[in-house]
């Protein structure tokens, strides 16, 4: 089994669920290497299209997402990660899941769920997640 | 709250996840466009990117996707679009879900799920989702 890199110029999304609750967590993206990597380390690691470059999640916030299975979808162009989160979270901003906000008919968008810790007492000054 | 098109060349992933359950059950991807009408009409509309057109997702097999909620993340470059999922399932290969498969360490993958419907009874020689 193949999975397609090409479609998306050498990239595929994977879907981040947290394995016990069913919540989508974040999506990100791999290339071969971080797949390769993620299963190796048995902890999620994520290609920064920003930065170029591998990316492990939680590499300075400790928020790791460790592997429970790797599913991939009929055409073999997406993943979908199911994972244990460590951690009160898993996004940058302070939230359990970086889906925190509801898209509002008129175009807004509504916070719908609650802060689970600081961004600023866990990242300082560092943004990545 | 704009949504980021331009990070992946006008398209943003968009994660569906049966509300219910909480089973994520495909990936596509969304233009301006195809989210305008999938706000408008309530049912979700994706833009193909083999096509390069929209594609209502059960146009041909009646197993549309009704919209419960949109959700957008930190960076407001990905969707999850939580639905009712009409039918027996969303994949063209006859599963509940696209993702039926589980990636095994070395490379292969597994079949986790039992088929839910016949593919060849709903599409016929029609291959459109």
């Not at 460790?66 to 951690?87: K, N, T, Y």
């Amino acid at each position: 089994m193949k999975i397609d890199f090409q479609k998306s110029g050498g990239l595929v999304p994977a879907i981040i669920q947290d394995e016990r609750s069913g919540d989508v967590l974040m999506l990100g993206f791999m290339n071969v290497d971080s797949l390769q990597e993620t299963q190796r380390s048995g902890e999620v690691v994520f290609f920064s299209r920003s930065r170029k470059q591998l990316w492990k999640k939680g590499e300075s916030s400790g928020h790791v997402l460790r592997v429970r299975e790797i599913r991939v979808d009929c055409d073999a162009d997406a993943l979908l990660v199911r994972v244990e989160a460590v951690g009160p979270g898993v996004c940058h901003k302070g939230y359990w899941s970086c889906f925190f906000r509801a898209v509002e008919p008129g175009g807004g968008a509504k916070v719908i769920a609650e802060r689970t810790f600081s961004p600023e007492a866990v990242y300082g000054s560092e943004k990545r997640q």
